[in-house]
């Protein structure tokens, strides 16, 4: 069974961009989540899709977004991106069932630096 | 939500076995404890689950006594390229919101 696929790898942009994420999730899950991991914060829960709807959201501000498409799959959007949104931005499916044993299991991420 | 403590480093030699223990005094009846793994600029990687006494994969063990207040991940003669560091997780997903929340971790260090 693949795992969970995150696309691009890295990626290189300027202060005031615009980047888009993708996230693949592991056949069968239904339930994709987005985290971004920096040195100084460690791991923090940006937003949860199920069924195409935002279903649990973090603190971050608007800048950040997404959206998961029919087949599960998922994109964040980050705008207006400032220096402090470099980070690894890591992508986590389950099957999403309200069980107390829903496992979490993660891509590869995707490492954004902003120049 | 159950507050997990962990030691922040470990060091430890190629071959010998490693045992990292978790405190979670706060854990509630309902909650499973999930250990992670996870190498720089990676993803965590799931390693093992248990709700008590042992639970043994083909990676490790994980020890949980009977007040579950904590908890030992044991990794059985250890390599180099389990340098990571490991993550113990209390909850379930949707109990803590729909979210996972990661501690600081506990940086293991093989050395040859």
């Known amino acids: 069974k693949a795992g969970v696929t995150q696309t691009p790898r890295y990626l290189i942009k300027t202060r005031g961009q615009q980047v888009t994420l993708s996230c693949s999730p592991i056949?069968?899950?239904?339930?994709v989540s987005w985290y971004q991991q920096t040195p100084g914060q460690g791991l923090q829960f940006l937003f949860e899709?199920?069924?195409?709807?935002?279903?649990n959201k973090g603190n971050f501000p608007g800048r950040f977004s997404g959206r998961q498409f029919s087949n599960s799959r998922s994109e964040m959007n980050v705008s207006t991106l400032e220096l402090g949104d470099s980070a690894l931005y890591l992508c986590a499916s389950s099957l999403g069932l309200a069980g107390v044993t829903d496992t979490q299991y993660f891509g590869p991420g995707t490492r954004l630096t902003v120049l | 939500l159950a507050k997990t403590t962990q030691p922040i480093s470990m060091d430890s030699y190629e071959g010998q076995e490693v045992n990292i223990t978790c405190s979670h005094n706060?854990?509630?009846?309902?909650?499973?404890i999930t250990w992670y793994q996870q190498f720089p600029s990676q993803g965590p990687r799931f390693i093992i689950q248990g709700y008590k006494t042992k639970v043994t994969n083909e990676v490790a063990s994980l020890f949980i006594p009977a007040d579950r207040k904590s908890s030992t991940l044991s990794l059985p003669r250890v390599s180099l390229s389990d340098t990571a560091v490991y993550y113990c997780?209390?909850?379930?997903?949707?109990?803590?919101?729909?979210?996972?929340?990661f501690g600081q971790g506990t940086e293991l260090s093989v050395k040859p």
């Open positions: 997780l209390v909850g379930a997903f949707y109990n803590q919101g729909g979210k996972l929340i």
């Open positions: 899709y199920f069924s195409e709807t935002q279903r």
């Open positions: 706060n854990i509630a009846t309902n909650d499973y």
């Open positions: 056949s069968g899950h239904r339930s």
